[in-house]
Antibody
Framework: EVQLVESGGGLVQPGGSLRLSCAASGFTFSRYWMSWVRQAPGKGLEWVANIKEDGSEEHFVDPLKGRFSISRDNAKNSLYLQMNSLRAEDTAVYYC????????????WGQGTLVTVSS | QSVLTQPPSASGAPGQRVAISCSGSSSNLIRNTVNWYQQLPGTAPKLLIYSNNQRPSGVPDRFSGSKSGTSASLAISGLQSEDEADYYCAAWDDSLNGRYVFGTGTKVTVL
């Protein structure tokens, strides 16, 4: 059974940093692109970034370039999102999702981890 | 700001049919397939339709998708109370260098 479990969320002050993790199981993690998607309270879904199977390629939504970075450790079946210079508008539930082969779409999602940026 | 536009809400009585539109552009809906996600209250999104009109295993055939040009549509026939959720269209966008875009989302209410 495919499982994605996010962790690392919490309360952080504006300007602070946070590193989210996503532990994957039930599939060969190193063979799939992975994404982060976020959802601000009461708002819609926003794709944040994705990373290639071997970590050699990544893409970001433009506004977050330079502040956020994505990485993975295939030996640990883990995906990461490093978030720096956090702002109130980064407050959201952050989901990790697998990019499946069929339809090249996000076929499995984690339960999400809440990040709250507030003083 | 989303590049895929959906109506904010849709509703229908149990048993009725509801359709949700998704409007995009040549860089996303023309060049790539559309996917639909269902998000029940307080839960993570779930893949509902992929490659315009394909249902993952376990998704009832009451849900169907279509695409024509720069528009796509999700239809729910035989509406049930458990279909009350937010629905999002999404696609890869070639103008944004490998980025994925979601629609603005539609809240479906079962009357």
């Amino acid at each position: 059974e495919v499982q994605l479990v996010e962790s690392g969320g919490g309360l952080v002050q504006p300007g602070g940093s946070l590193r989210l993790s996503c532990a994957a199981s039930g599939f060969t993690f190193s063979r799939y692109w992975m994404s982060w998607v976020r959802q601000a309270p009461g708002k819609g879904l926003e794709w944040v970034a994705n990373i290639k199977e071997d970590g050699s390629e990544e893409h970001f939504v433009d506004p977050l370039k330079g502040r956020f970075s994505i990485s993975r450790d295939n030996a640990k079946n883990s995906l990461y999102l490093q978030m720096n210079s956090l702002r109130a508008e980064d407050t959201a539930v952050y989901y990790c999702a697998r990019v499946g082969y069929v339809g090249n779409t996000h076929d499995y999602w984690g339960q999400g981890t809440l990040v709250t940026v507030s003083s | 700001q989303s590049v895929l536009t959906q109506p904010p809400s849709a509703s229908g009585a149990p048993g009725q049919r509801v359709a949700i539109s998704c409007s995009g552009s040549s860089s996303n809906l023309i060049r790539n397939t559309v996917n639909w996600y269902q998000q029940l209250p307080g839960t993570a999104p779930k893949l509902l339709i992929y490659s315009n009109n394909q249902r993952p295993s376990g998704v009832p055939d009451r849900f169907s998708g279509s695409k024509s040009g720069t528009s796509a549509s999700l239809a729910i026939s035989g509406l049930q109370s458990e279909d009350e959720a937010d629905y999002y269209c999404a696609a890869w966008d070639d103008s944004l260098n490998g980025r994925y875009v979601f629609g603005t989302g539609t809240k479906v209410t079962v009357l």
